[in-house]
């Protein structure tokens, strides 16, 4: 069972950048998927990037495309994410998890979850 924990999170202000950074415990092309998600207070936990580990392929959530980019580095067992023009709106805890089986922005389907890292930005 893989042992994933996030960091990178802090305050920033708006239009700022942040580089989230996820170590895995173990290799992560065992695993078909890695992926971002964030939970802000009294919603709902959002995918908002993956990335399938064997081919690179990458998707996006509407809300963060363009601005979130994330990468692996398979040598280091890490995942990234780099976000860039951030808003008050991606104020969120934000987690890193791996799916054996599928690859999407679905949260349903990851088996394996990080403690989170917090992201806060100010306008």
């Known amino acids: 069972q893989v042992h994933l924990v996030e960091s990178g999170g802090g305050s920033v202000q708006a239009g700022g950048s942040l580089r989230l950074s996820c170590a895995a415990s173990e290799d992560i092309s065992d695993y078909v998927c890695m992926g971002w998600f964030r939970q802000a207070p009294g919603k709902e936990r959002e995918g908002i990037a993956i990335?399938?580990?064997?081919?690179?392929?990458?998707d996006y959530a509407y809300s963060v495309k363009s601005r979130f980019v994330i990468s692996q580095d398979n040598a280091k067992n890490m995942v990234y994410l780099q976000m860039n023009s951030l808003k008050p709106e991606d104020t969120a805890l934000y987690y890193c998890?791996?799916?054996?089986?599928?690859?999407?922005?679905?949260?349903?389907?990851?088996?394996?979850w990080g403690q989170g890292t917090q992201v806060t930005v100010s306008s």
């Open positions: 990335i399938e580990t064997g081919v690179g392929t990458t």
């Open positions: 998890a791996a799916n054996v089986i599928h690859c999407g922005l679905d949260s349903q389907f990851y088996e394996y």
